[in-house]
């Protein structure tokens, strides 16, 4: 399971995993023991935890960077908190995670969300593995639109010219004009 066919629906509780596509939306199976499957319909709020990213003071951190280090903070001895903990708590956890988060857009709520998300995922995706994938097709998308730049010659004024030439239309001959005798 990679963390883009995973998905967050809007009025349903828990995550669910993108099993099929029809024309008026998704079929998507919950992630846990349950594995129950359920159409969305259009206007359902579906939200890809890929394109999700965590508000900041520099700039936005993708949803996958601060689940690796949430990972590694939690192998490394640090508890996930729980909604009874009070929000002073729940925001110093989460500046262990991500020092510069945006405190005015990243409410408590999304920081306990981001946790609960964590122990439903950790036992189906290996965080440190999504992270150096997500790196390598990067740098390859790099490498192709540079290669790409490269390719694309800029156009002379003499091929543009010889163009132009070549793909103007004939001039339209006129109709010809029967006349009638009239007697």
């Known amino acids: 399971m990679e963390l883009k066919d995973v998905v967050s629906i809007g009025g349903k509780p828990g995550l669910h995993q993108i099993v099929g596509k029809r024309q008026n939306g998704l079929i998507v199976e919950s992630i846990d023991d349950k594995k129950k499957r359920s159409p969305t319909s259009l206007t359902s709020k579906v939200s890809i935890l890929d394109d999700i990213a965590i508000y900041t003071t520099d700039e936005d951190v993708p949803l996958r960077e601060v689940l690796k280090s949430l990972d590694e903070k939690v192998k490394g001895g640090l508890e996930l908190v729980t909604k009874k903990d009070g929000g ?5 956890f989460f500046r262990k995670i991500l020092p510069n ?16 998300w964590y122990e439903t995922l950790k036992e189906h995706i290996d965080f440190q593995k999504v992270s150096e994938e997500t790196e390598g097709k990067a740098e390859e998308t790099k490498a192709d639109d540079e290669k790409s730049v490269k390719k694309s010659k800029p156009k002379t004024a003499k091929s543009a010219a010889v163009k132009k030439t070549a793909t103007k239309a004939a001039p339209a ?11």
């Open 88 to 92: 002073e708590v729940i925001r110093d």
């Open 101 to 116: 988060f945006d405190e005015e857009q990243v409410y408590t709520s999304d920081i306990v969300k981001i946790c609960n």
């Open 173 to 183: 001959k006129a109709p010809k004009v029967t006349q009638r005798k009239m007697s």
